[in-house]
């Protein structure tokens, strides 16, 4: 109890250092680990500490042994993190900013701001749609139901959103933002009044702090500048490092050598004023320290990097210190995106412990209040993670420009500007943007419905597919870009490794789960291996990746649409071949594509003379022509982000008719010539397209003119893709079973016709293969080929009819 | 030493003192006054003098906050002297003076730089023959002139001035402070670093990795401060700074320090031994830079006015116009020499070394040429003394050997290393119009590894896309470059390029080895700069297309498609363009004519039907 001057809510003024002590630094990470920290609690429960800014109860007022309860009966704990131990460095250099109303401190100020706290207590906001209210009911104050809980849980943690303090009390707010080390004080002892009144039998582990969040709107850590020192912020981050834990000595126990007399003196500002003499023995230098019985809090430092997204381009991110004090140690993990309420501090730096001269530069870092995980909600829920801000006029411009007849060829002429025309697979790549509506059937155990869009697009090489793809990956927040030569199964899933810092395995993971709600684009989709292939079947339809490594096994969510490119593996399109034959990709794997495109080259003059205009102007022109002409690439961007995050249509009835007849009029065209033209897939595609194409307009409803785009994007792709070359006829089973029905046709008659061959050569029962081929041809009219030969023999033998051993043909039975 | 001045309080003396200097920099021949970083060993430049750097922004730390003004208070005399910390790294008070809490706080940032990375020995060499030799009896005549307008000296300074007279040769002095606030030991230790600083630069390099983005690179490299507008400065750009050198010997009393003792400082005791090392490396090897002024280098020949082309250089532009069309002339006949007699290849190659990135559309890149010249001998290290001649006659080039090992272990794609927070170099990290020479004629048989795979994949997409994912293993970062690109091989390369040119030698085999040795005849100096300002002029020019120009470009790929669709695609009319463009240039041409048109036709056509040909004669090439 070295300090008796204490101020209720106020800091710790005075400093009962005695002149004649001599002053040493505690280092605090070179004593041995005990386990200290986390062993001896901040402060043993009967001993609170009078010097703590949070206790205003007079010593006598506490009786010994009175059950813990009420304020007075619960211990208060330091609060690290509003500065009670690195207070002010010797040389005073971050005091105060010079405040016109230098009373905030005071005592009448801060009953009168006390007093201001309680009607805090009845606030209501029926409008919070927050996470962390759940369970809450809207129409009761909301801080009381809090107190209820903390009541109930025993966490003594009160989080306030600062927009809420706002909204009540502007001049509350603007002290809160300027002097943190003041006001959360007084808000702690508010609220722990208001507590025991309530809940006077509660009891707690230690008094309730107060933490508030969401100050100011938050910002960037490259907004921070020298007027920010002191003062409570919000930014937002990426968690890169975090350090061990560090046991923070909050007081220091000191015993006589002599006497065994001991001493407690406080920590300030990273020091400790160890007695030069012991007042009992009047020996001198007598004094040790004895660590076991000191004081330690915890103290971890975490080091934030400005997230990607707010960056300027051309530059490096930033990075600022974070220091996490108490329970909010261990609560990220590097590679969180979080956002941290805090203190800001600066402290000078000393260019040499033994020299005096300071170096003019601070040391600038964050005392932590608040953490608050950005990217928490995508674990759990199957929201998008950005909550993207949209001010009040763009969201009006963009809902202009969405009621506009032509938004739609606005923005597919918007995409991709420098890749001329191309029209529909542009629509069909903007419709994968905007994506379906996404429905969850897992109570009738189909699971979660896919509701992205794939889209495959193969053509001539130097169509400039890679263009495309450049293009969307940059345009999509999450998107991810990888090459088929250059990834590998692992490198698109995940994969287990050792942390070098931890020596823990983790599992790092891949393309496809970190453009999970985004777009993963692979490149040169045809190169890859088939092992790596095959891990895409399970993400492009049931969306998820499930992982069996190392003893880890898990199911990570991959709700990504995939936009692959590929080439045909004759380097250049053969317009005689199936789209199988062309790209030689298993047809399981084609059949989750939504769409296929065909990028060839049409050659006509008109659209030549077109191309030629293009590509000219597009060496000539200025930049601010081009700009006029289409809508630029930030406002795609907001466009696509608000239309994900607010619009999720549903199918009307009509548009649900529309979509029954577009059906059964596809399975009716294959039927008339004995084949089968749809499957329920397509029947899915068509409803994932219909709904994108609704969220293109902003229309909560998906109506009959979104089917028929949807219907005539999905046959235009058909067209080119599944076309059976040899009959010009769209089949669906090019795509399905890799085989036309036409050819399946045919490899049956051929079969037949060699059968007739063997039963007109009588009781023969061996063959020479040769022969049996020339026989064959003479009997067939049209020409036949070894290939269709030697599947008319598998065809046999599959029937037992037959058996091919090398060079001869055995009949069997 | 003006930092001298800078301790009176009046609040517009940096603005003031700024624009001094910038008016002081546009006379004639002023810069040439300031001695130069790059040419000067360090312990020749005085401390807290103006010094000059051309330099490389290659990482960029976080803010500092720093002590704008403060009030030390001697405590003997209880005088108070208010003192201003800009400019500055450390506080002027003496071991027993405190500071007063009348403190301003700024902000100002930090950037790391290095000489520019490639640069070619001819341009050190001309920009420092340019230069005024420092010898303390030249440097200080322009700092005393500079001294007498700044009238307003405080008299604090007054009185250290002498000392400073006094040790002008002092390489590592520490500066007019020394006898004011240095404790004896801290004294010693300068004095000890002053004897050792010349010889221990390159040994003490060596633990200490300077983090230059090519492997072998020497030079000095700064920590510079930017007080104002530093949003205006990106990563991976080449400037021209003139700042206020510091070498204060106690700025490295941190770095001396081993980890155990940082944990004392109760401030610093979080940051890792590692990243102090990066951060505060001894001021001997990494002077801070106090900037005063910087402007951008839009190209480091230092035989072109350093202006750039835009600003009133007709004169200049116009005298070197008329005379391109003849160096060409020439340069095309060096180059035909050089390349065995190809006369077509030569042309291609001065195309590739003029292009540009001048513009980008979306995603795509306009201007650029990569260049691939197959065919290269494989005898008498051919692409070795090729890339010796472009290295004569290009500011900034890299040779790499695309090796095996090479390609496995060497780290070309900057990667954030969290430890240390700093940007790890790699060797893609280049300045603008830096030529990058890949020879794959050493390419052998093996296996590529992960790295291999990865550093493959960032050269194909700096080919097509010129820009680099720079790994900051949470996420990547995109930096656009713009990086000229020539790929030697033997075959057709297995990395993308823009344009593809089978050398044709005329050249009989046996005579090869003879005829190898002497192409490394240079041409006379004369020559040589008459070919490298040529190359850097035509780079810089502008250009357009005249409206009807356009009409008939479009007319004639519509004919050529009528004739033979398979002929010409939408990507060769890309080429074709960008060929037209840079053979305009390369003409001293800013518009395209229909002659250089038609002659962009023509080369085009001779280009393809040699691959054609080629094609014909080994079947496996595809």
């Known amino acids: 109890m070295s300090s008796p001057l204490s101020t209720p809510g106020g800091r710790k003024r005075g400093r009962t ?41 007079t010593p006598s ?273 590097p590679g969180d995106r979080i956002n941290i309420t805090g203190v800001y501090r600066a402290v000078p730096m000393r260019a040499n412990p033994r020299q005096s001269n300071v170096k003019s530069v601070y040391k600038t870092h964050i005392d932590v209040i608040h953490f608050r995980k950005t990217d928490e909600k995508r674990l759990h829920g199957l929201d998008d993670a950005e909550q993207k801000l949209f001010t009040e006029e763009r969201v009006q411009t963009l809902k202009e420009l969405a009621a506009k007849p032509d938004v739609y060829e606005r923005l597919a002429s918007a995409l991709a500007p420098s890749i001329y025309e191309h029209e529909d697979i542009k629509k069909g790549i ?206 795609l961007r907001d466009y696509i982000a608000y239309a994900r995050t607010y619009i999720n249509p549903k199918l009307s009835e009509e548009a649900s008719q529309a979509l029954i007849e577009a059906y059964v009029d596809m399975r009716k065209i294959g039927s008339g010539r004995g084949m089968v033209s749809a499957y329920p897939r397509q029947l899915e595609s068509l409803i994932r397209l219909a709904e994108a194409h609704s969220k293109v307009r902003f229309s909560e409803k998906v109506e009959t003119i979104d089917v028929e785009e949807a219907k005539r994007l999905h046959r235009e792709a058909l067209k080119q893709s599944a076309t059976d070359p040899r009959t010009g006829f769209v089949d669906i089973s090019i795509l399905t079973t890799g085989m036309s029905a036409t050819a399946r046709k045919r490899r049956e008659e051929v079969a037949q016709a060699l059968k007739k061959v063997i039963q007109a050569k009588g009781k023969t029962p061996a063959m020479k293969y040769h022969t049996l081929l020339e026989d064959l041809r003479r009997q067939s009219e049209t020409a036949i080929t070894k290939e269709m030969f030697d599947e008319a023999l598998r065809a046999l033998s599959d029937e037992d009819y037959l058996t091919v051993t090398g060079k001869t043909v055995r009949l069997l039975a | 030493m003006f930092a001298a001045s800078q301790n009176t309080p009046n609040s517009g003396w940096a603005a003031k003192a700024v624009a001094f200097f910038k008016d002081r920099l546009k006379e004639k021949d002023a810069h040439t006054w300031v001695p130069s970083l790059n040419d000067v060993p360090l312990h020749y430049l005085k401390p807290n003098s103006l010094v000059k750097f051309r330099c490389f922004i290659q990482d960029m730390f976080d803010p500092e906050f720093y002590m704008g003004t403060y009030e030390a208070v001697d405590p003997s005399t209880k005088a108070k002297v208010l003192r201003c910390g800009k400019y500055k790294d450390v506080t002027e008070c003496g071991v027993s003076t405190t500071l007063e809490p009348s403190t301003m706080t700024a902000e100002r940032h930090t950037f790391y730089c290095v000489p520019i990375p490639g640069e070619s020995p001819w341009v050190k060499e001309i920009s420092s023959s340019g230069q005024a030799r420092v010898v303390p009896s030249t440097s200080y005549a322009p700092t005393r002139q500079k001294r007498s307008y700044e009238e307003d000296d405080d008299d604090m300074d ?35 670093r002053e004897k050792e600083a010349p010889s221990s630069q390159a040994a003490s390099a060596s633990h200490l990795d300077l983090n230059f983005p090519l492997p072998g690179e020497k030079g000095p490299s700064c920590l510079l401060k930017v007080y104002e507008e530093w949003d205006g400065f990106k990563l991976n750009e080449a400037v021209e700074v003139f700042g206020i050198l510091s070498v204060s010997p106690a700025l490295s009393a941190l770095a001396d320090e081993d980890a155990s003792s940082s944990l004392l400082d109760p401030a610093g005791g979080m940051e890792t031994a590692e990243e102090q090392r990066v951060h505060s490396p001894p001021a001997s090897l990494v002077p801070r830079l106090h900037m005063l002024h910087a402007k951008p280098l839009p190209h480091n020949n230092p035989l072109l006015p350093a202006a750039g082309l835009e600003d009133n250089n007709s004169a200049f532009l116009s005298s070197t116009l008329r005379e391109m069309a003849a160096v060409r002339a020439e340069l095309l006949a060096y180059f035909t020499h050089v390349l065995l007699g190809d006369a077509l290849a030569a042309e291609y190659l001065i195309l590739h070394l003029v292009s540009n990135v001048y513009t980008r559309r979306d995603v795509l890149p306009l201007g650029k040429f990569t260049l691939n010249l197959s065919g290269c001998p494989a005898v008498a290290s051919f692409t070795e003394r090729f890339y010796q001649i472009i290295q004569q006659l290009v500011p900034s080039s890299y040779y790499l050997g695309m090796t095996l090992q090479n ?87 297995l990395l993308p390029s823009d344009c593809q040119i089978h050398l044709q030698s005329q050249v009989a085999p046996p005579d090869l080895e003879a005829y190898l040795g002497g192409i490394q005849v240079h041409p006379q100096a004369s020559q040589l700069n008459k070919f490298r300002m040529y190359l850097s002029v035509a780079r810089q020019l502008d250009y357009s297309i005249a409206d009807e120009v356009t009409k008939s470009v479009e007319d004639d790929f519509v004919d050529m498609r009528k004739d033979d669709p398979q002929s010409i695609s939408a990507e060769d009319l890309h080429r074709m363009l960008v060929v037209a463009r840079l053979l305009s240039l390369s003409l001293g041409q800013t518009s395209l004519s229909r002659d250089s048109w038609l002659r962009a036709k023509h080369v085009e056509m001779l280009r393809r039907s040699r691959m054609e040909q080629n094609k014909c004669v080994n079947g496996n090439e595809p």
Not at chain 1, 195 to 213: A, G, N
Not at chain 2, 166 to 182: A, Q, V
Request: charged share 20%; hydrophobic share 35%.
């Open chain 1, 430 to 635: 903007l419709l994968q943007l905007f994506g379906g509506t996404r429905k969850d059937f897992s109570q009738t155990g189909r699971g979660n419905f896919r509701a992205d869009v794939n889209i495959l697009l193969c053509g001539d090489p130097g169509t400039s597919k890679s263009q495309l793809l450049q293009y969307v990956f940059n345009l999509v927040p999450r998107g991810q870009y990888t090459s088929g030569k250059g990834s590998s199964a692992v490198g698109l899933t995940a994969y287990v490794m050792k942390d070098p810092e931890t020596r823990q395995l983790v599992l790092q993971t891949g393309a496809l789960v970190l453009s999970d709600n985004g777009i993963c684009c692979i490149d040169e989709f045809d190169k890859m291996s088939d092992s790596t292939r095959s891990v895409l079947h399970e993400v492009m339809e049931q969306q998820t990746l499930s992982i069996a490594k190392a003893g880890i096994i898990c199911q990570l969510n991959a709700r990504t649409s995939v936009l692959a490119a590929a080439n045909p593996i004759e380097s250049q399109w053969n317009p005689k071949k199936t789209t199988i034959e062309n790209i030689q990709l298993p047809h399981t794997l084609l059949s989750r594509f939504d769409l296929i495109f065909l990028m060839l080259d049409p050659q006509d003059e008109a659209y030549d003379r077109r191309l030629a205009h293009h590509l000219v102007s597009l060496y000539y022109q200025s930049e601010e022509q081009l700009e006029e002409e289409f809508l630029d690439m930030a406002m």
């Open chain 1, 17 to 57: 250092t005695n002149p004649s002590t001599r002053e040493f630094t505690c280092p605090p990470s070179t004593w041995p680990q005990v386990g200290v920290s986390r062993l001896v609690p901040t402060v043993p429960p009967n001993e609170v500490d009078m010097s703590s800014p949070l206790m205003y109860g």
């Open chain 2, 158 to 192: 007054t009185d250290t001035q002498p000392q400073k007279q006094r040790e002008p040769h002092t390489g590592m002095s520490c500066c007019r402070n020394s006898g004011y606030f240095f404790q004896p030991h801290g004294n010693g230790d300068c004095k000890r």
């Open chain 2, 407 to 493: 390609m496995n272990q060497m780290r070309l794609v900057p990667k954030k290393d969290y430890v240390a927070n700093r940007l790890l170099s790699g060797a893609l990290q280049l300045a603008t119009n830096t030529s990058l020479f890949l020879d794959e004629s050493q390419l052998e048989q093996g296996q590529l590894d992960t790295t291999g795979v990865r550093n493959v994949t960032a050269l194909g997409n700096l080919i097509s896309w010129q820009k680099v994912d720079y790994d900051f293993s949470y996420h990547q970062m995109e930096f656009p470059c713009n990086i000229n690109v020539l790929i030697a091989s033997e075959g057709r390369s």
């Open chain 1, 61 to 333: 007022s506490r009786v010994e042994g009175t059950p813990r309860s009420g304020v007075r009966g619960t211990p208060a704990r330091q609060r690290p993190d509003l500065g009670s131990v690195s207070k002010a460095p010797q040389v005073d250099l971050q005091s105060e900013p010079p405040s016109a109303d230098g009373a905030v401190a005071s005592e009448a100020n801060a009953g009168q701001r006390h007093r201001k706290i309680f009607p805090l207590s009845l606030f209501i906001d029926p409008s919070s749609s927050e996470d962390e209210n759940t369970g809450l009911d809207l129409n009761e104050p909301l801080y009381m139901q809090k107190l209820e809980e903390i009541s109930v849980v025993g966490d003594p943690v009160l989080n306030v959103n600062c927009l809420h303090v706002q909204s009540f009390d502007a001049e509350l707010y603007r002290q809160l933002i300027c002097y943190p080390q003041e006001v959360i004080p007084t808000f702690d002892m508010a609220v722990n009044e208001l507590f025991f009144e309530r809940f006077p039998d509660s009891i707690l582990e230690y008094q309730i702090q107060v933490r508030p969040y969401n100050a100011l709107k938050t910002r960037n850590m490259r907004n921070l500048n020298p007027e920010d020192i002191d003062q409570l912020i919000t930014i937002s981050g990426m968690v890169i490092r975090t350090s061990q834990l560090i046991p923070e000595m909050q007081e220091a126990f000191f015993q006589c050598q002599v006497c065994a007399f001991s001493t407690r003196v406080e920590v300030d500002r990273g020091r400790i004023a160890e007695p030069a003499v012991c007042r009992h023995c009047n020996t001198t230098h007598s004094l040790a320290l004895v660590h076991n019985r000191s004081l330690f809090s915890d103290k971890q430092m975490i080091k934030i990097q400005e997230s990607p997204d707010d960056m300027p381009a051309g530059q490096t991110p930033h990075t600022t210190v974070v220091y996490a004090h108490n329970d909010l140690v261990d609560k990220v993990q």
